[in-house]
């Protein structure tokens, strides 16, 4: 919402990209690439220039938003400039079906307590029984995994915690699926009349609706594999996959060590960061910093006076994490309410039992203190 209020452009193309996602913002990446690439080429004041970029420009601002897969050049110049290794995590895709080789008669369409944004039933799921989920289990336990493609990369580093693998998620115990990504809350299976013992949901991939997305089933299994074991979910046993589950290293940058309250490289201000090499994770806030480390460089550009986001807003939370958090221990982060500024007791106290209104307090007193900002700055 901080985004809309600001006039983001990405948001206003995702908007004319959108396609059903329950409550989620999901749009059809085709038709989203085609308005932010049209939008862009239209400006008369933008050069688009499309060579690969090597080496950092000696002269002007410059934005590096050269998001989760930087090459190898550049990762290795950022490297120098910042005076420090490249960072890196594993990140994650999830495998795509085409929508004519999905079992209607199994798979549903519903939204979890029927709720969306539209009010429609935005999800296909897939719905397992005890046996087929312990079955299903089994199989995903024993499936071999891609080994590393490069050498130097430590298998012990951990995944982001957001976008664990499957198979990673399965061996913490034999429930742990059922929990998270295939929990069946707020699902009835209309052939039963009951809730199913677990569920994998599909959400549509594009506006033509021919390609399904299984929600939160990123893996690192072999693609052999892949189609052997996600056969076994009801409603996929004659599924053709369009894309594989995948995991992909993703590079990003010390952002508390290199970056002050700017997105600015300390040692050399005319540089900034956006996106999530400076160790955000998400479209949103790839989106955000985007838009942040743009307004600062334009101000820096026209003389202007930097104006900071106020810390109590999503952005301003996102922000403080990037920059001050513990680079001892520096992860990627989604914006969550717990980068936000907590509630003064007073206030816990008189939503103790209500989550939900605390929950859009904070969001009250953030979008507050959003619009006093854009206000001071017209």
């Known amino acids: 919402e901080e985004l809309r209020r600001a006039g983001s452009l990405l948001l206003e193309c995702a908007a004319v990209a959108r396609v059903p996602g329950g409550q989620a913002l999901t749009v059809d990446r085709v038709v989203f690439a085609e308005e932010v690439t049209r939008r862009l080429m239209a400006e008369p004041r933008i050069t688009i220039s499309r060579t690969e970029i090597t080496a950092i420009p000696s002269e002007g601002l410059v934005i590096l938003a050269t998001g989760p897969l930087t090459s190898d050049a550049l990762a290795q110049e950022i490297a120098r400039i910042t005076g420090s290794d490249r960072l890196y995590f594993y990140d994650s895709i999830s495998p795509i079906v085409d929508a004519e080789t999905i079992d209607r008669s199994i798979a549903f369409a519903a939204s979890r307590w029927g709720k969306s944004i539209d009010g429609t039933d935005d999800y296909l799921n897939c719905p397992f029984d005890k046996p087929q989920y312990e079955a299903f289990l089994d199989a995903l336990l024993d499936g071999q995994a891609v080994p590393a493609h490069i050498a130097a990369d430590d298998p012990s580093t951990p995944f982001f915690e957001a976008c664990l693998p499957i198979e990673v998620l399965a061996r913490r115990g034999r429930d742990t699926l059922r929990f998270g990504p295939m929990k069946p809350t707020g699902l009835t299976d209309p052939r039963t009349g009951r809730r199913p013992y677990a569920v994998v949901q599909l959400r549509q991939e594009n506006v033509r609706a021919d390609s399904y997305n299984l929600v939160g089933f990123q893996n690192h299994l072999r693609f052999g594999e892949q189609q052997r074991i996600l056969r076994m979910i009801p409603g996929l046993e004659r599924a053709e996959f369009l894309r594989y589950g995948q995991i992909h290293r993703n590079t990003y940058i010390n952002g508390p060590t290199l970056l002050n309250e700017r997105l600015q490289l300390k040692p050399e ?45 999503a952005l ?25 500024p907590q509630l003064d007791e007073a206030t816990k106290a008189k939503f103790k039992r209500d989550k939900k209104a605390r929950h859009a307090e904070v969001c009250r007193r953030a979008l507050g203190e959003f619009d006093d900002y854009l206000a001071a700055r017209v």
């Open 316 to 340: 301003g939370s996102l922000l403080r994490h990037i920059t001050q958090a513990d680079p001892e221990d520096y992860q990627p982060a989604n914006i969550t309410f717990d980068l936000l």
């Open 269 to 313: 201000p005319r540089i900034y960061f956006a996106g999530q090499i400076t160790g955000v994770e998400g479209y949103v806030e790839s989106i955000a910093t985007g838009l942040l480390a743009g307004r600062y460089a334009a101000q820096a550009a026209c003389g202007e006076a930097a104006t900071t986001v106020p810390r109590g807003t």
